[in-house]
């Protein structure tokens, strides 16, 4: 099965947009599944989070945030001039307030244009410590040609030795250039990763309202067993067990099997993906 976990760990998403409306996911209940197709089915939620860009500050570690921090002191701030407003290509303008000790950076976007792209909003990087530093989204829209992503949430980063924590709580509500809705609400989401010499291994655990052409619903995610990256060249996953929404999905590479009610399937992980990914997922 393709390694879409990493995706999210590495928080390397394809972009496909949101709108601003502010109203909240139908249903807050975990949506039931009692069958094999819908565990399927409700597993493209992990399609939908993926579809979020962070591309904003996908690059953004203690390090770079750093390394930006002195850009910007050097070419906009002054020692004695922590914030500046600049003006944008096209339009709008943007502020940067820089904190005194350097270790927060805010920026507030007032009808920027640049080009095809306009951002609305702001952004707030902190840099707690050099293993730990969030992000906060506060009501920022971008509208780019491919549609426009609207967020308001709040994510944290924490690096302790070789293991990665990610934790994301707040709304993304996306629409793209079709009209398609992609509106995602996390609570607690979690995400863990560590690599090795010996292993690979990732865990996800959390809430997620969707709302999408597909389904509307909760989504409930728990790791029984830590998924194990495969170590034959393959991008299917070598182990570990997924449970969501009291369906499970055991991997044994390259084998998934997919328990949901009274039902249970045993498929080649790379089938599981093609049902996923197909052009009709919504009727898998």
Not at 50 to 73: C, D, E, G, R
Not at 216 to 235: H, N, Q, W
Request: aromatic share 8%; glycine share 6%.
């Amino acid at each position: 099965m393709k390694k879409y976990t990493l995706s999210l760990i590495a928080l390397t998403f394809l972009f496909i947009g949101c709108g601003n409306d502010d109203s909240k996911t139908k249903n807050n209940q975990p949506n039931k599944v009692n069958s094999v197709k819908d565990a399927t089915k409700s597993l493209n939620a992990l399609n939908s989070f993926q579809s979020i860009n962070f591309s904003i500050a996908s690059s953004v570690t203690p390090n770079s945030q750093n390394k930006l921090l002195k850009i910007l002191t050097n070419q906009t701030l002054t020692k004695l001039q922590k914030t500046q407003t600049s003006t944008c290509v096209d339009g709008g303008n943007v502020t940067f307030d820089l904190s005194e000790d350097t270790k927060t950076i805010k920026y507030l976007f007032d009808n920027c244009k640049n080009g095809t792209t306009f951002m609305d909003g702001s952004m707030t990087m902190l840099t707690q410590d050099d293993n730990s530093y969030s992000i906060d989204y506060d009501k920022l829209t971008v509208k780019t040609p491919k549609g426009t992503q609207y967020m308001d949430m709040s994510m944290k980063f924490t690096e302790n030795n070789i293991l990665n924590t990610t934790i994301m709580n707040g709304v993304v509500k996306q629409t793209s250039s079709t009209g398609e809705i992609n509106n995602i609400s996390m609570t607690n989401f979690v995400i863990k990763d560590q690599e090795t010499k010996e292993e690979s291994w990732h865990t996800i655990d959390g809430k997620m309202n969707l709302e999408t052409k597909c389904f509307t619903g909760a989504y409930v995610f728990k790791t029984i067993e830590k998924m194990i990256d495969a170590t034959d060249g393959s991008d299917n996953t070598q182990s570990g067990t997924l449970e969501l929404n009291g369906a499970t999905y055991t991997f044994e590479n390259p084998h998934v099997t997919i328990k949901a009610g009274n039902e249970s399937e045993t498929i080649l992980q790379s089938e599981l993906e093609k049902r996923m990914t197909q052009e009709s997922a919504c009727n898998i």
